[in-house]
């Protein structure tokens, strides 16, 4: 859409679309009839007095309300809502409306919505969106990204490279094992996030049930309230709440994707600058252009954009789990409005693990530049050979190190000459005349197995 506002609306949303399914107005709808549905069937299976006329037969026919419901019946629900001005109720009046076209049930319509607050419906409906997005849009995603990473991790196992601490030449490592660090940070965010249970309450206007109680005062609500939010809903059900369900999980939630999209956005940066020092090169497609003037050039742009939308994740994931488990006194509305952009940020997380994969499915690890790069800083074996003279009692090993190699780029002849000259055994010389920065890994390899 040429005049959409937000880019996830517009340019991005081939890309995001799947998430429409949950987050858009008409899916926020449609989770609300659900609930109120099978809210409904549950009382009819209490079973309460009044609604002993409902059969189970007719269980079919009441869930087809939400099975078949469409973007018209959405429509409808919006124009009942011009005249109420709510949007929970103009839920409810699209259900009796409902109700009497199916024929037969209009003496049972006053039970729709019964002893219930709109937050028993928005925090069961909003938490069971986020719940099925998690599951069918969000974690095959992660899965894909830790997947290809894992891969990365096997194959480049054994490829040396010189590592980069403070952005100066360090003990080397391998690509693998540098990959393997990043996927086992993944696998535990990614246990976090699925760690979380998703919440849900229904308990009335302030959480105690008072409205249900003064009908049916025999009835364990509790109990019911809990079967229904769990056993129909498959959400964990809070039992003491406010008029709203305080969001914590929520808090804890977006936390835990904040963190998943940290260690991603700490990938594209060490990828991003791999690239520019030419440890990786791109695979070309044919007829994509790096610069409109410099024809030679193929930027990094998957992973400047992941960076960039994984930025925007997570300021917006960062504020809502600031804000949301914040709310005045029994109940405010701030939490409405701020609940609709949960999409958005899960939609810019979502552009960012596609730009990702496909910024690390171009990548050809440039082994030449590896090794060359190994073959000019033979200076970073000051580490193993300082570290067999304490063993062998030399005095002032580091000193005597560090006044040769610091600063100083140094080959593999000045220090078989420094070598030479130290008192050891003659085995540990030739043990350290055999190292070279590409063999001097330590177990790299077998760690980056380990993924």
């Not at 709440?241 to 808090?251: G, K, L, R, S």
């Not at 958005?344 to 730009?355: C, K």
Request: aromatic residues 10%; contains cysteine.
């Amino acid at each position: 859409m040429l005049t959409a506002i937000s880019p996830i609306d517009g340019r991005y949303r081939g890309k995001t679309e799947p998430l429409a399914n949950y987050f858009s107005e008409y899916a926020l709808i449609r989770y609300r009839v659900r609930v109120e549905i099978e809210y409904f069937i549950a009382l009819c299976e209490l079973p309460l007095p009044q609604l002993a006329g409902v059969g189970s037969e007719r269980f079919d026919q009441l869930r087809d309300i939400y099975r078949t419901f469409d973007e018209a019946k959405a429509q409808r629900v919006k124009d009942i809502e011009k005249v109420t001005n709510h949007d929970v109720k103009a839920v409810e009046y699209f259900i009796k409306e409902a109700f009497d076209a199916i024929g037969g049930l209009e003496p049972y319509k006053e039970f729709i919505h019964f002893g219930l607050t709109s937050q028993d419906i928005n925090n069961t409906s909003v938490p069971l969106s986020l719940k099925e997005a998690l599951e069918e849009c969000y974690y095959p995603l992660l899965e894909q990204l830790i997947g290809q990473l894992k891969q990365y991790a096997e194959t480049w196992k054994d490829v040396p490279m010189l590592a980069k601490t403070h952005g100066q030449p360090a003990s080397p490592t391998t690509l693998g094992k540098e990959i393997a660090n990043v996927v086992q940070r993944m696998q535990q965010a990614r246990a976090r996030i699925a760690g979380v249970a998703i919440l849900g309450k229904m308990n009335g206007a302030v959480g105690n049930y008072n409205a249900h109680l003064s009908a049916y005062p025999d009835v364990d609500w509790p109990a019911f309230s809990q079967q229904v939010v769990e056993g129909r809903l498959g959400l964990t059900f809070n039992p003491l709440t406010t008029q709203i369900e305080p969001h914590d999980y929520m808090a804890d939630l977006f936390h835990a994707l904040v963190s998943f999209n940290t260690v991603l956005l700490d990938l594209c940066r060490d990828i991003w600058s791999y690239i520019s020092i030419g440890y990786f090169t791109q695979k070309l497609k044919a007829g994509e252009v790096g610069s409109s003037t410099m024809p030679h050039k193929v930027n990094p742009i998957d992973f400047e954009n992941a960076e960039g939308n994984l930025g925007l994740a997570n300021a917006l994931l960062s504020h809502l789990a600031q804000k949301l488990p914040v709310s005045r006194w029994q109940r405010d509305l701030t939490d409405s409005t701020v609940l609709r952009n949960v999409g958005v940020a899960l939609g810019y997380s979502l552009l960012a693990y596609d730009s990702a994969q496909r910024g690390l499915g171009k990548l050809q690890v440039a082994e030449a530049a590896l090794a060359a790069d190994l073959d000019a800083n033979w200076e970073v074996l000051a580490e193993p050979i300082q570290t067999v003279m304490r063993r062998y009692g030399v005095e002032k090993p580091y000193e005597k190190l560090k006044e040769l190699t610091r600063g100083r780029h140094i080959g593999q002849a000045d220090l078989s000459t420094f070598i030479d000259g130290l008192d050891i055994p003659e085995t540990a010389r030739a043990q350290l005349r055999a190292l070279t920065p590409a063999s001097y890994i330590g177990r790299a390899e077998a760690l980056a197995k380990k993924v």
